[in-house]
T-cell receptor, first 112, second 116 residues
Framework: AQKITQTQPGMFVQEKEAVTLDCTYD???????LFWYKQPSSGEMIFLIYQGSYDQQNATEGRYSLNFQKARKSANLVISASQLGDSAMYFCAMDSNYQLIWGAGTKLIIKP | DTGVSQDPRHKITKRGQNVTFRCDPISEHNRLYWYRQTLGQGPEFLTY????????KSRLLSDRFSAERPKGSFSTLEIQRTEQGDSAMYLCASSPGLAETSYEQYFGPGTRLTVT
């Protein structure tokens, strides 16, 4: 069965430092996609970055990059130069038959 | 288009009452999804539409839940005989879904349901 595991319930990071949020996944599908979403306290789910299982290069979107290690089944999110506005819940998700399977999330708090 | 919209944003109801939520997806998006999110958890998939066809339903979607997308545009999610365990955020998302490839799903602001 498909599963997403996020082992960090919460993280505190100093402003301007880089932060890595962990995500491991389990699937038997040969083709899949991995997503990261941000959910601020307002509740809206905001798409950050996507990685396809056959993509040769790691995805990047501005300050966000995805460290994709297929053999280890990990898809960690790296945020460079963290900002106070990055404080939020972060969810890793994987598509399975067009639905998204979600991890439990990591609460990231950026300290000034 | 300003994105996915959901109505109402908040709903408080008494146990046993019926409630209906509405979702308006991004206009050119063929796929529409409903998720449920309880406090401190990631969302859980409920159901998915490709145009007007409901193609996938989670086992979480008991017979008290029904979803429709009558003209392939907006969708409604109805919960009959609400229970306190139905209290959650109900999220709607849409995606282009023109081919069998992964697309990011764009989420609405959610409807927070509280059953008293």
């Amino acid at each position: 069965a498909q599963k997403i595991t996020q082992t960090q319930p919460g993280m505190f990071v100093q402003e301007k430092e880089a932060v890595t949020l962990d995500c491991t996944y389990d699937t038997s599908d040969p083709s899949y996609g991995l997503f990261w979403y941000k959910q601020p306290s307002s509740g809206e789910m905001i798409f950050l970055i996507y990685q396809g299982s056959y993509d040769q290069q790691n995805a990047t979107e501005g300050r966000y990059s995805l460290n994709f290690q297929k053999a280890r089944k990990s898809a960690n999110l790296v945020i460079s130069a963290s900002q106070l506005g990055d404080s939020a819940m972060y969810f890793c998700a994987m598509d399975s038959n067009y639905q998204l399977i979600w991890g439990a999330g990591t609460k990231l708090i950026i300290k000034p | 288009d300003t994105g996915v919209s959901q109505d109402p944003r908040h709903k408080i109801t008494k146990r046993g009452q019926n409630v209906t939520f509405r979702c308006d997806p991004i206009s050119e998006h063929n796929r529409l999804y409903w998720y449920r999110q309880t406090l401190g958890q990631g969302p859980e998939f409920l159901t998915y539409f490709q145009n007007e066809a409901q193609l996938e339903k989670s086992r979480l979607l008991s017979d008290r839940f029904s979803a429709e997308r009558p003209k392939g545009s907006f969708s409604t999610l109805e919960i009959q005989r609400t229970e306190q365990g139905d209290s959650a955020m109900y999220l709607c998302a849409s995606s282009p879904g023109l081919a069998e490839t992964s697309y990011e799903q764009y989420f609405g602001p959610g409807t927070r349901l509280t059953v008293t």
